[in-house]
């Protein structure tokens, strides 16, 4: 192979680099002219090949959403370095995940997008400390009547689904069905939601892997079809499409998706 690669040389050079007449390998002296710049180019390949090394390790920040499981976290990350790939997480609410990527503080997010425009689906229902001995759960059936008892029941929506494509269409439904503007409540955190759906009778908007963290009873809204759509987006400078050609379906995994845009449903989340 070496012989080769020289013979090559020579011919590119028009000139021998080697005495073909010594059983040693002796430099011509077009050889020996030659060989500083050869020394200057073995050396700058070394440090392209250090600094690609360098770069190949730097970690890959990326923005995540915060329904992410801690064991979910630490699965993609492993799996990420089995790539040669180092994650750095970064956990946060839709809005931030955007920030983020505007302002470059990270090398991609994943984005809540509507489903027509995501990547990967989860679906989302209603979920409750009680079984509702339904199949699927019918907002309209929490309308308060003038002869009702006690407190009103009410829906919790979580930081990752308060984004205009979930929330406003469950809000013209609200309308629709007469409920109350205090019965769907944007709660701050997902903590404070699960102690009151915990607490009352009241239920929480979710996918059905959240439900069972919870040990809570999930059903499909029955009036209308909802779910979390996300995408992989890259700042300005960078490129997602290897890491989602690598890390798609731990992503997938990751976020409870089971299908692509465009299978409705998916799998349980």
Known sequence: ?????????EERFGEQL????????VLTPFGRDMLPAARQLVQS??????EAAAAKRKPWRLAVPGICSTAGLARLVAEARGYGVTLDLRVAAPAERRELIHAQQVRA???????DEATWSVPLG???????????????????????????????IQP????PHIRDPLTRLRDAVGLRPAQLVAAADLTTAAAEVLCAHDLLLCSPAQAGELALHWR???????????????????NPQHIEARLGDALARLLGAGTRAGASGGAAA
Not at 18 to 25: D, H, I, M, P, V
Not at 129 to 153: C, F, H, I, N, Q
């Open 109 to 115: 997010a994943v984005l809540a997008v509507p489903e």
């Open 45 to 50: 390949a070394e440090v392209l090949l250090n």
């Open 160 to 163: 990752e689904d308060d984004v």
């Open 220 to 238: 499909p809204i029955g009036e209308i079809t909802l779910s979390r759509g996300f995408a992989l987006a890259a700042a300005a400078d960078g």
């Open 126 to 156: 209603l979920a409750g400390a009680r079984d509702p001995g339904v199949k699927r759960v019918y907002v309209e059936t929490l309308r308060m009547g003038r002869a009702s008892a006690g407190p009103a029941r009410r829906v919790w």
């Open 18 to 25: 080697f005495e073909r007449t010594s059983r040693r390998a």
């Open 1 to 9: 192979m070496a012989s080769r690669r020289v013979a090559a040389l």
